[in-house]
């Protein structure tokens, strides 16, 4: 959500002619988008806005949009008396104004809804893979979460916005469409004549576009994940058999007091429905461990959920207690040692099957998605519909690299996986 969010920031500034600047020593306005889901990131924009400040030209304007904006209001003015914007998630649009009047201070955290999609100007050329925002917000509020607090309660873009934002993606460039929300596989929205659609109503309008070959959404929520969704897995071919759909916690304790209450057995069920529909899914998680009150027996549940699911791909963090958040007011908080820990026993046993996954994949053909070039600019970098990263070597030839292209998969570690073309889909 932040990279879109950062899109559209840089497309707004570009619409009233400014360009992109690599230095913040050149640049005019230097804006920091931040993300308030833990405290390190809180705090590292505030160490980063530090150095900023130093580096700058004393006549740039500079400040933070985004979660932290919205997180720390008009105290981040007291942090950094020369500050000259913050603004939240959902009020970003209002950045021009202090192009129009650089002496102000402009602070707005508003919780506008959806009123930015509407004022932003549209992009011109679409990236290769398209985020296509369709709700913000999320009505779920988990014990831990500052999400509910920074961007509102969850509210669904009109359908025929976020089909016509998904043509629009495809006729300037876009191969592979991700839908986004907090919540995302909760969109809902009701027409004037009382017809509802659903995520699943999305999926199979993109879908109809000749030129939209790979499809995919993020977040889900467990018991969001309602069947009509599932059997899309089973009737589309263009949506990746890659899902993250976070557990965050393997003890039925915990989730209860993490406000997540599905059973153990519904989320499983889950997963075994999803597997039906489309045998060759894989699944990603994300995870909170040290969570208030977690015993080790709870820990032991988590590691032995991630086993037995086997996720490919996940993010796992240390709880971190956030302003307006219920959890952070419970008495039993883990010391850091032992969440510490537990993170990185959790992490490796994670790392072993994301290991084993990708050592799998060798002699697979898959159809990949070109990102780019790698670092050395002698290799290219492609996405599998599983999202991991292949890098294959630039072929002697001044033809453009295919954007699809069939890679044969020759080997594999944790982090990535090498290949060779085999032959290109189109
Ligand atoms: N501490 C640690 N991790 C958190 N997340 C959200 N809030 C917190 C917190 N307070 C994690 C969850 C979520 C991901 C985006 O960030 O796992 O899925
Ligand atoms: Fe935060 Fe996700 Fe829970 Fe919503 S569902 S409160 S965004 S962790």
Not at 109 to 123: A, S, T, V
Not at 194 to 200: A, I, M, N, P, Q
Request: charged letters at 25%; glycine letters at 6%.
């Amino acid at each position: 959500m932040n990279v879109y969010d950062g899109w559209r920031i840089a497309a707004m500034l570009e619409h009233r002619g400014m360009h992109r600047t690599e230095t913040v020593s050149d640049a005019d306005i230097i804006i920091l988008n931040t993300c308030a889901v833990r405290a390190k990131a809180t705090d590292k924009v505030f160490s980063a806005l530090g150095r900023i400040r130093r580096a700058k030209k004393p006549s740039a304007l500079f400040g933070i949009v985004g979660c932290v904006a919205r997180e720390s209001g008009a105290d981040a003015f007291r942090r950094i008396p020369d500050l000259n914007f913050v603004l939240g998630p959902q009020s970003y649009h209002k950045l021009p104004e202090i192009l129009d009047n650089p002496d102000a201070k402009l602070l707005n955290i508003d919780l506008g809804g959806l009123e930015k999609f509407d004022e932003l100007p549209q992009m011109e050329k679409s990236p290769t893979v398209a985020y296509i925002p369709i709700q913000e917000g999320c009505n779920h509020c988990c014990t831990y979460c500052i999400v509910p607090y920074t961007r509102g309660r969850e509210i669904s873009r009109k359908f025929q916005d976020c089909v016509s934002d998904t043509i629009h993606a495809a006729n300037t460039g876009a191969i592979e469409i991700c839908f986004l929300g907090q919540n995302v596989n909760g969109y809902k929205y009701t027409d004037e004549k009382g017809k509802t659609y659903r995520l699943s109503d999305l999926i199979r309008e993109a879908a109809k576009i000749e030129s939209v070959k790979r499809i995919r959404f993020t977040s889900s929520y467990p018991t969001e994940m309602t069947d009509d969704l599932i059997d899309m897995f089973a009737v589309e071919p263009k949506l990746l058999p890659f899902l993250n759909m976070p557990i965050q916690s393997g003890s039925q304790d915990v989730l209860t007091r993490m406000n997540r209450p599905y059973s153990l057995e519904l989320y499983t069920e889950i997963i075994r429905k999803l597997r039906v529909a489309r045998p060759d899914i894989q699944i990603s998680s994300d995870f909170i461990v040290g969570f208030p009150g977690e015993t080790d027996e709870d820990f032991e549940q988590t590691m032995n959920i991630a086993q037995q699911i086997r996720y490919i791909n996940s993010y796992s963090f240390k709880y971190s207690p956030r302003p307006h958040t219920g959890a952070a007011l419970m008495t039993d908080q883990i010391p850091e040692n032992i969440k510490a820990a537990r993170l990185a026993a959790l992490d490796n046993c994670l790392n072993e099957i994301q290991r084993e996954f990708n050592i799998n994949c060798i002699d697979k053909t898959m159809e990949c998605l070109l990102e780019g070039d790698d670092k050395t600019g002698r290799h290219l970098i492609y996405r599998t519909p599983y999202m991991q990263q292949c890098v294959v070597e630039k072929p002697d030839t001044n033809t453009p690299a295919p954007v699809l292209a069939n890679i044969c998969i020759t080997a594999a570690n944790k982090a990535s996986l090498r290949g060779k073309f085999a032959k290109t889909s189109e």
